[in-house]
């Protein structure tokens, strides 16, 4: 369903362990050693060198439901959230006591009066689409007028598969200022389980971050930031884990069109949108037949009706089981 199966890196395991004897409370803001990796990090991939500050995460959900709150947003706030989405940006804004607002094109279809908070996703999940740097841009352009803050969701960022639409980072387009770029290593290094992220931008948004989390009890344990450290300085169980996600990508998305599936966006990430042109309830329940989980689009937002999200990260023998099996019914 899209949760990692594949081992925590050797290094990374070994980094854990090896920090275990941590009898004290961790810095919320993070050791420096995980600053300056997470610094590094960001300065190598999302294409800014300095201006912006870090704050490692308790994996990125929790920020993504608790933002809205974090940053003071309630009843009469609006927060535009794509049509189609992870579902928890719709439920922080409502824990918030925020109104959601879906839409693709903001610039164009919002009334930015009573925007505060603005989330952008790419690559997308569900679909994996892969915002043009304009469109990125333009979203960011109009916020800043609009006195909101731009939320970019880059958790795939690493996992493009397209080399004429590769994802680029928020940050990289437009700049630290008013913008939050998130960030998770469950998908990148197999890290779900260790609840291990961070977020990244507008130095001062930051520091209000920090300051409210450092009340909240909101801190990653000291052993997960020892793992972290190890894990943003490793590039090459990234590219092992490409490779993996791409074999699997390749076979799954070959045996779904034979079946009579068209997969649409899907330029990064780790699933596939896929639509037989039915509701997706039906597409469900055709694949349940052949002992294949997809998930309903419906979930991610009402756009999704017709599509369902197939996942990358089953293991090899379970995706040529899958596979094998769409073909059997070609």
Not at 63 to 90: E, K, Q, R
Not at 228 to 257: F, I, N, S
């Amino acid at each position: 369903m899209g949760t990692p199966v594949d081992p925590v890196p050797a290094a990374v395991q070994a980094a854990l362990a090896g920090a275990a004897d941590s009898p004290g409370y961790p810095l919320t803001a993070g050791s420096p050693a995980l600053r300056a990796a997470i610094t590094d990090w960001v300065t190598r991939n999302c294409g800014i060198s300095d201006g912006f500050g870090v704050l490692p995460t308790i994996g990125s959900k929790e920020l993504v439901a608790g933002l809205p709150t974090l940053l003071g947003l309630g009843a009469g706030d609006v927060v535009v959230i794509p049509s189609v989405c992870y579902p928890t940006y719709d439920v922080g804004a409502r824990l918030a006591g925020a109104e959601v607002v879906r839409s693709d094109d903001p610039a164009a279809e919002v009334d930015p009066e009573r925007v505060r908070l603005v989330w952008l996703n790419s690559p997308g999940n569900p679909s994996g689409r892969v915002l043009p740097p304009a469109k990125i841009a333009e979203t960011i352009g109009w916020a800043r007028a609009a006195g909101a803050v731009v939320a970019s969701d880059e958790c795939y960022l690493s996992l493009g598969w397209e080399p004429s639409a590769p994802p680029v980072s928020a940050l990289g387009v437009a700049g630290a200022d008013g913008v939050l770029a998130v960030h998770s290593l469950s998908k990148r290094s197999n890290l779900a389980g260790y609840r291990a992220g961070f977020v990244a931008g507008d130095p001062e948004l930051v520091g209000e971050l920090l300051e409210v989390r450092k009340h909240s009890g909101l801190i990653v344990p000291a052993p997960v930031q020892a793992a972290m450290v190890a894990a943003l300085g490793d590039e090459a169980h990234v590219e092992a884990q490409r490779a993996l996600y791409a074999a699997r990508r390749d076979a799954l998305a070959g045996a779904l069109a034979g079946a009579g599936f068209r997969v649409d966006d899907s330029e990064a990430g780790l699933f596939l949108w896929v639509t037989d042109g039915t509701p997706c309830w039906e597409s469900v329940e055709r694949l349940a037949t052949l002992g294949i989980l997809a998930v309903p689009g419906e979930f991610y937002g009402p756009a999704g009706a017709t599509h369902v999200r197939v996942a990358l990260t089953a293991s090899d023998d379970r995706v040529a089981a899958a596979v094998a099996r769409l073909r059997a019914r070609i």
